[in-house]
């Protein structure tokens, strides 16, 4: 079983930063992608930031130029450097790994972020 755990949320003003981190454990193979989705007070999860085991990444559009996501193959870890937050970042944040081959998917339990205004 694969297990994902996240640090790094907590309590910022808006222009502040955050530093996001995932680590999973248990068999984890190679090829991969990892990935931040966020969900919000009444609405519906949403995919933030995404970045594959070759190191190419996706952006939800409402945080490019603000966000950057990243990764350490050896220690199966990702992080999510979040730098201009606005309120409406203020959401729980939860890390995702998911297997391209087997298309197998795991999720982390979430870590809260808050952005006051």
């Known amino acids: 079983q694969v297990q994902l755990v996240e640090s790094g949320g907590g309590l910022v003003q808006a222009g502040g930063s955050l530093r996001l981190s995932c680590t999973a454990s248990?068999?984890?193979?190679?090829?991969?992608?990892m990935g931040w989705y966020r969900q919000a007070p009444g609405k519906q999860r949403e995919l933030v930031a995404t970045?594959?085991?070759?190191?190419?990444?996706n952006y939800v559009d409402a945080v490019k130029g603000r966000f950057t996501i990243s990764r350490e193959n050896a220690k199966n870890t990702v992080h999510l450097q979040m730098n201009s937050l606005k309120p409406e970042d203020t959401a729980v944040y939860y890390c995702?790994?998911?297997?391209?081959?087997?298309?197998?998917?795991?999720w982390g339990k979430g870590t809260l972020v808050t952005v006051s205004s």
């Open positions: 970045i594959a085991s070759t190191s190419n990444t």
């Open positions: 995702n790994l998911k297997f391209r081959v087997s298309m197998m998917e795991y």
């Open positions: 248990g068999t984890i193979f190679s090829s991969n992608t």
